[in-house]
């Protein structure tokens, strides 16, 4: 069977690679799906130098044309909507229900952003001056590079280049490298949408030599990247010596919180929901519970009874499934030594094993641990895997006080029925986002950011547009 062998997408066309190129392996199977371009630091450069000839043009387009482009794919994306659902499902190891989800929110994440054409104002400022009138204005930031991950990977293309080319930047994007063939497929879009060449460039490679050529790039003006702390930081090391703009995601050990007046089964249902999506592999998924003590008993038993009834496996086989393998063996061994050490350090395997797991793929069983303490791993370091701890708590207060106890603030959570409880809890937890007797999932008009390690800026809504431009200030002087 012929392999797929995917080219980079650079200033408006798909190039011919002369270099070498890697593996993309399902991680349901571990077959090779497709081999992508190990982009060199030249090549690299060279997309970089498209997207910076092709910005001045961009950025005199009218708002309202650029907006047109994101629409018109939008509409191609939708077309192509089982498509791009099925290779999600086959690169990533999506179920096909959370695939169908990502393929059409990142549609109307494109529609979203180009509806800002005439919504984003500037302001008029009074001056001291007599005859004076200061207009502040929002000018682009020139080119993009945009580094993705490998958990939300056509949404992330979205969320990047969508309020990038609205606001009159030209991108660069490298996709990871266990997902790029989502991102190539997204270019023949591109290509079929008519978008001005050099626009919209899409480059592959290993972080080590095509990120690295990205960050160093002096011609870059942002870089927006989604990934860990070390390489966040690193990043941050690298811009700082371009003076680059950053923009960082950079992970999260959500807490959630229930409170001994909440609803069990809301708050059973919302956890296990936030835990188990996508095998555990969202940063702003819950990953520790901090349970009053009257219900904790109560509250083991009901979540116990859920994650013993979760489905996983191959989600190109079965519809059904809750969710799919972990990305790769890496992944699965550090999933592992997670628990392992967790044991280790005190606490109590409550269900999960990984005893008759079929190791076709990447697979790991939802694994639920009781009498955890916040100096364990598991409560203070992101796991990207279906494992949740629990620690027993005897006051809100306490369970603000351990939940902050990270260096992480992206996503917090709280469970009860006083209103009081719930905006204190909101007031007090030191994280960008908490969400209420729900599951955590962001919408698109809101503003996903994070504090301490977590980030730096943020993405989505009219605040994670301005991420992307500069403002300009002119003073109008009158006779």
Same mark, same amino acid.
Request: proline share 4%.
């Given at each position: 069977?012929?392999?797929?062998?995917?080219?980079?997408?650079?200033?408006?066309?798909?190039?011919?690679?002369?270099?070498?190129?890697?593996?993309?392996?399902?991680?349901?199977?571990?077959?090779?799906?497709?081999?992508?371009?190990?982009?060199?630091?030249?090549?690299? /450069?060279?997309?970089?130098?498209? *997207?910076?000839? =092709?910005?001045?043009?961009?950025?005199?387009?009218?708002?309202? #044309? !650029? %907006? +047109?482009?994101?629409?018109?794919?939008?509409?191609?994306?939708?077309?192509?909507?089982?498509?791009?659902?099925?290779?999600?499902?086959?690169?990533?190891?999506?179920?096909?229900?959370?695939?169908?989800?990502?393929?059409?929110?990142?549609? /109307?994440?494109?529609?979203?952003? *180009?509806?800002? =054409?005439?919504?984003?104002?500037?302001?008029?400022?009074?001056? #001291? !001056? %007599? +005859?004076?009138?200061?207009?502040?204005?929002?000018?682009?930031?020139?080119?993009?590079?945009?580094?993705?991950?490998?958990?939300?990977?056509?949404?992330?293309?979205?969320?990047?280049?969508?309020?990038?080319?609205?606001?009159?930047?030209?991108?660069?994007?490298?996709?990871?490298?266990?997902?790029?063939?989502?991102?190539?497929?997204?270019?023949?879009?591109? #290509? !079929?949408? +008519?978008?001005?060449?050099?626009?919209?460039?899409?480059?592959?490679?290993?972080?080590?030599?095509?990120?690295?050529?990205?960050?160093?790039?002096?011609?870059?003006?942002?870089?927006?990247?989604?990934?860990?702390?070390?390489?966040?930081?690193?990043?941050?090391?690298?811009?700082?010596?371009?003076?680059?703009?950053?923009?960082?995601?950079?992970?999260?050990?959500?807490?959630?919180?229930?409170?001994?007046?909440?609803?069990?089964?809301?708050?059973?249902?919302?956890?296990?929901?936030?835990?188990?999506?996508?095998?555990?592999?969202?940063?702003?998924?819950?990953?520790?519970?901090?349970?009053?003590?009257?219900?904790?008993?109560?509250?083991?038993?009901?979540?116990?009874?859920?994650?013993?009834?979760?489905?996983?496996?191959?989600?190109?086989?079965?519809?059904?499934?809750?969710?799919?393998?972990?990305?790769?063996?890496?992944?699965?061994?550090?999933?592992?030594?997670?628990?392992?050490?967790?044991?280790?350090?005190?606490?109590?395997?409550?269900?999960?094993?990984?005893?008759?797991?079929?190791?076709?793929?990447?697979?790991?069983?939802?694994?639920?641990?009781?009498?955890?303490?916040?100096?364990?791993?598991?409560?203070?370091?992101?796991?990207?895997?279906?494992?949740?701890?629990?620690?027993?708590?005897?006051?809100?207060?306490?369970?603000?006080?351990?939940?902050?106890?990270?260096?992480?603030?992206?996503?917090?959570?709280?469970?009860?029925?006083?209103?009081?409880?719930?905006?204190?809890?909101?007031?007090?937890?030191?994280?960008?986002?908490?969400?209420?007797?729900?599951?955590?999932?962001?919408?698109?008009?809101?503003?996903?950011?994070?504090?301490?390690?977590?980030?730096?800026?943020?993405?989505?809504?009219?605040?994670?547009?301005?991420?992307?431009?500069?403002?300009?200030?002119?003073?109008?002087?009158?006779?």
């Amino acid at each position: 069977m012929s392999i797929t062998r995917y080219q980079n997408f650079v200033n408006g066309a798909f190039t011919e690679h002369t270099g070498d190129f890697f593996q993309i392996l399902n991680p349901s199977t571990k077959e090779v799906l497709a081999e992508a371009p190990s982009t060199s630091k030249e090549d690299t /450069d060279a997309a970089v130098a498209a *997207a910076r000839a =092709a910005q001045p043009a961009w950025e005199h387009t009218s708002d309202v #044309e !650029r %907006a +047109g482009y994101l629409h018109k794919i939008a509409a191609l994306l939708r077309a192509d909507e089982q498509k791009f659902t099925d290779i999600i499902v086959a690169e990533q190891g999506k179920t096909q229900q959370l695939a169908n989800v990502e393929v059409n929110f990142t549609a /109307d994440y494109m529609d979203y952003m *180009a509806e800002w =054409a005439r919504r984003l104002e500037g302001e008029v400022i009074p001056d #001291e !001056r %007599a +005859g004076e009138t200061m207009i502040l204005g929002y000018r682009p930031l020139g080119v993009v590079a945009g580094i993705l991950p490998w958990n939300f990977p056509f949404f992330l293309i979205a969320r990047k280049a969508a309020p990038a080319l609205l606001t009159g930047n030209t991108i660069v994007i490298k996709p990871s490298s266990d997902t790029p063939i989502n991102a190539f497929e997204f270019a023949k879009l591109v #290509e !079929r949408s +008519g978008l001005p060449a050099g626009v919209f460039n899409l480059v592959s490679g290993r972080g080590s030599v095509t990120g690295e050529a990205l960050i160093q790039n002096p011609d870059v003006d942002l870089i927006t990247f989604t990934g860990s702390i070390p390489q966040g930081k690193h990043i941050m090391t690298e811009a700082g010596k371009n003076l680059t703009r950053v923009n960082l995601e950079l992970g999260g050990k959500a807490p959630a919180i229930v409170l001994a007046d909440a609803d069990l089964d809301v708050a059973v249902d919302s956890i296990w929901q936030s835990r188990i999506g996508n095998s555990g592999q969202i940063c702003n998924c819950a990953e520790r519970v901090y349970v009053e003590r009257p219900i904790h008993d109560a509250f083991v038993a009901k979540l116990k009874a859920k994650f013993e009834a979760t489905k996983f496996g191959n989600p190109a086989d079965d519809d059904t499934l809750d969710y799919g393998p972990l990305i790769n063996e890496g992944a699965l061994k550090s999933v592992s030594a997670v628990v392992d050490k967790a044991v280790e350090q005190g606490a109590t395997v409550v269900c999960g094993s990984q005893d008759g797991v079929s190791d076709e793929g990447y697979f790991f069983a939802p694994v639920l641990l009781d009498d955890a303490t916040t100096e364990m791993s598991v409560m203070q370091e992101e796991t990207f895997g279906p494992v949740l701890p629990i620690q027993v708590v005897d006051s809100l207060d306490e369970a603000i006080a351990l939940a902050n106890d990270s260096v992480y603030g992206l996503t917090s959570s709280v469970f009860t029925e006083n209103i009081n409880s719930a905006t204190k809890a909101a007031r007090e937890l030191q994280y960008g986002e908490t969400y209420i007797n729900r599951e955590n999932f962001e919408s698109m008009q809101g503003f996903h950011a994070g504090r301490k390690h977590s980030g730096i800026g943020g993405a989505d809504g009219k605040h994670g547009l301005l991420e992307f431009v500069e403002t300009h200030v002119t003073y109008l002087q009158t006779h």
